[in-house]
């Protein structure tokens, strides 16, 4: 039988170096007195797309062929590679969906980790597409396949993630020539790309030694899970063993954000939210999804971000780290970081007392009045300097103040607003409760961001009272960030839509435009 090139497709985003890496496989095929061919379809720019480069190298030596050369294809054939290799898991499952991989024929090399789409990005509720469903994907259309994460890799290294991709397909062994060709083409100067060559290499090959480990563990259902986060033994005794692992996340964070009697109200108003959730379904029937729901949602608004959050994490020694890692810091350089903050005045009136705080917002809404824009303090900030430094410190010291401010007492108000809806639908039917704790993914972002979610909320539990209305209002409200979706929905199950807001108009005199006298 006459031998067939090895057909290869690499997938890399904009910037991530496919076209070298594509240079790394023919140099190395080149070096070992193989013949290879390439072509590269240009995708378009960044995370929008992806830069294909379809690959062929002859199996047999050129020293072997008696002078004849082989016949490349330019481009891949539905149903016919023999590896996709790719840096970002949803491109490796369009490739797939694209028809080109096969569960007979194709050797899957892909990253767990994602970069997010600008579609996913722009879904006001959780728009990224479920992990799971894209590895089910690989699995079902691919005779054998390794994953890995290349990000975390490339991280580790100091490099960029062609290097990480060469060292997963030269580890799988599908290539006919050898690892020191690879790192020949890479170069003995580059040292972070060759280290992240090695650590791919080594990862691939390790799984391939434990392929009938893995395949057991991916058939067996009966495998046992990671355990859960350990709680605290008053809350786990409390709990749910189903709620624990949720529990345990929230827990933490809120206490890692105030302090640990803000985690024990945390908990207490859990318990509350169980208590009516055993009352409305003693059996257990949803798995107590309603309380394990109602301690993801009530952790994040909790833990709402204010100028005294976002000052402690600027401050932080490991996002001086993280910063480091990300711009590649080497020794002898000088890394400088500036912070940007504009606060205004709903920022300020948030540390003050009830009564303080209402006064500065009648202040800066009597100036929206007058046509200006809403009073900010644009503020630089160098935080590697010692000032600039001990200025975010203490600003984040001021958490101690935080429950006296007017902002902690209205976020508390509007949160027991919602647990009450919550207990209350709970006890009537665990539908209705889930769906009501599941609002809570409404509370996001900043500024009007924020307020907007939070009014949606708060008119869909004054006013829609079953499960199937709560779920498509909440719904409605991700899906449509001005509202107009919501209102259908309201509407649609005899509910008033949401009340009309006064909105300034503002006069802007532009001095180039002259009025003519007629």
């Not at 719904?475 to 509407?491: F, K, Y």
Request: with cysteine.
């Amino acid at each position: 039988m006459t031998p067939q090139p090895i057909s290869l497709l690499l997938c890399a985003l904009g910037g991530e170096g496919g076209g070298v890496l594509t240079d790394w496989i023919v140099d190395s095929a080149r070096r070992a007195g193989y013949a290879a061919q390439a072509t590269s379809i240009p995708g378009v720019a960044q995370r929008t797309g992806a830069t294909t480069y379809y690959l062929e190298v002859f199996p047999v030596p050129l020293s072997e062929l008696a002078g004849r050369r082989p016949v490349f294809g330019l481009n891949p054939l539905p149903g016919r590679l023999d590896a996709l290799v790719s840096s970002e898991l949803l491109e490796t499952g369009r490739q797939i969906t694209n028809g080109l991989a096969s569960d007979t024929h194709t050797l899957v090399i892909t990253s767990s980790s994602r970069t997010l789409t600008t579609a996913e990005k722009m879904v006001m509720g959780d728009g990224r597409r479920e992990q799971a469903e894209l590895l089910q994907l690989v699995q079902a259309h691919s005779r054998a396949h390794h994953v890995l994460d290349m990000a975390a890799l490339t991280r580790e290294a100091g490099t960029v993630v062609s290097a990480v991709m060469l060292g997963a397909l030269a580890g799988s062994g599908l290539l006919p020539f050898d690892r020191a060709h690879c790192e020949a083409a890479i170069g003995a100067q580059a040292t972070a790309s060759l280290k992240g060559f090695a650590l791919a290499f080594d990862a691939v090959v390790a799984q391939r030694h434990q392929a009938a480990y893995v395949n057991a563990v991916l058939q067996d259902d009966d495998t046992p899970r990671q355990a859960a986060p350990v709680l605290p033994g008053a809350l786990a005794r409390d709990f749910p063993p189903a709620v624990h692992d949720m529990l345990a996340l929230g827990h933490a964070r809120v206490c890692e954000y105030q302090d640990a009697a803000y985690g024990e109200r945390y908990a207490q108003r859990l318990r509350l939210v169980l208590s009516a959730e055993r009352q409305g379904d003693p059996g257990a029937s949803q798995g107590w999804a309603t309380t394990r729901e109602t301690a993801r949602w009530l952790a994040l608004w909790m833990a709402f971000d204010d100028i005294v959050r976002v000052a402690d994490l600027k401050s932080r020694a490991s996002r001086r780290q993280r910063v480091a890692g990300e711009v590649k810091l080497a020794d002898g350089d000088l890394l400088r970081v500036y912070d940007h903050f504009k606060p205004g005045a709903p920022e300020f009136a948030a540390l003050l007392p009830a009564s303080l705080a209402r006064r500065v917002l009648a202040w800066d809404a009597r100036r929206v009045a007058r046509g200006k824009a809403p009073w900010a303090l644009p503020l630089r900030i160098a935080s590697d300097r010692v000032g600039g430094l001990l200025a975010l410190r203490a600003l984040a010291a001021l958490r101690r103040l935080r429950p006296l401010g007017q902002r902690f007492a209205t976020e508390q108000a509007l949160i027991d607003r919602w647990l009450a809806a919550v207990a209350r639908g709970a006890a009537h039917s665990a539908k209705q409760g889930l769906e009501l704790a599941r609002c809570g993914q409404l509370i996001k972002g900043y500024g009007s961001t924020n307020e907007r979610g939070k009014d949606n909320l708060l008119h869909i539990i004054d006013h829609l009272d079953t499960a199937e209305a709560v779920a498509q209002a909440r719904q409605a409200a991700l899906s449509d960030e001005a509202g107009q979706a919501l209102d259908r929905a309201l509407v649609q199950h005899g509910a008033p839509a949401r009340p009309l807001k006064a909105q300034p108009i503002r006069w802007h005199h532009n001095p180039r435009l002259k009025t003519r006298a007629p």
